[in-house]
């Protein structure tokens, strides 16, 4: 299975960067949300670093829809998912492949995101910046694996950008919460004691049953059936 997910995520990877086009709509997607978000300050206004918090995770989101769209309609486009079924191998890991590709994708473009945040926002690095990263790290984590399962469930279908949004965003709502709060320490002085270990822990938990979701439900979701 992990043999089979490491060629899937290098594949898709090679095909996504290769292209670049859904990729760059990804990016400027969430920088146009950065973008006229900041046009509501006045000049030299710093937004508070709670809602630039938020404004990154929402820009990531969106992105997120994209990046799993894109990473799906590859075999759409091929008529290739039913060769995908029949390999010799764990269907978890196309599941997981695709987790790692998304992932990886994810952090490429939140790595222009967050300069956009510093620079459009006002905002300062926090005092702490450990929680705020481990809330990247494992809200990226929840991210990619549901948007890796919803993704399947989305593919073969009419307006799937909007099924694929519609079903996700509701479910993220706890783990966006985390990162948000997680976030926020990234921007503004430090997390009341406990709390930043409280918010990793409910994304940690979120981590865990999306991943055992995926691993259970993905032979259903993704059977090659329109």
Request: with cysteine; aromatic share 8%.
């Amino acid at each position: 299975m992990l043999k089979l997910a490491v060629v899937i995520c290098l594949k898709d990877l090679r095909l996504i960067l290769t292209r670049g086009a859904g990729l760059v709509q990804a990016l400027l997607l969430g920088l146009l949300l950065v973008f006229l978000f900041s046009l509501s300050l006045d000049a030299g206004e710093r937004l508070a670093p709670q809602a630039a918090a938020t404004m990154f995770w929402l820009a990531s989101a969106f992105c997120q829809v994209l990046v799993f769209n894109m990473l799906y309609a590859l075999e759409e486009e091929n008529g290739a998912r039913l060769g995908l079924l029949v390999l010799p191998a764990p269907s978890q890991g196309i599941w997981l492949g695709k987790g790692l590709a998304g992932l990886l994708l994810l952090i490429c473009a939140q790595a222009v995101f967050l300069p956009a945040a510093f620079v459009f926002l006002g905002q300062n690095p926090g005092a702490e910046p450990g929680p705020a990263l481990a809330g990247l790290l494992l809200t990226d984590a929840g991210m990619a694996a549901s948007g890796s399962l919803l993704g399947a469930l989305s593919v073969g279908r009419a307006g799937r950008e909007s099924l694929l949004s519609i079903v996700l965003f509701p479910l993220m709502i706890p783990l966006l919460l985390a990162g948000i709060q997680l976030g926020t320490a990234g921007f503004g002085p430090a997390l009341p004691p406990g709390a930043a270990q409280g918010w990793l822990g409910l994304a940690a938990a979120f981590d865990a049953v999306f991943l055992a979701a995926g691993l259970i439900l993905f032979p259903f979701v993704y059977t090659g059936e329109d």
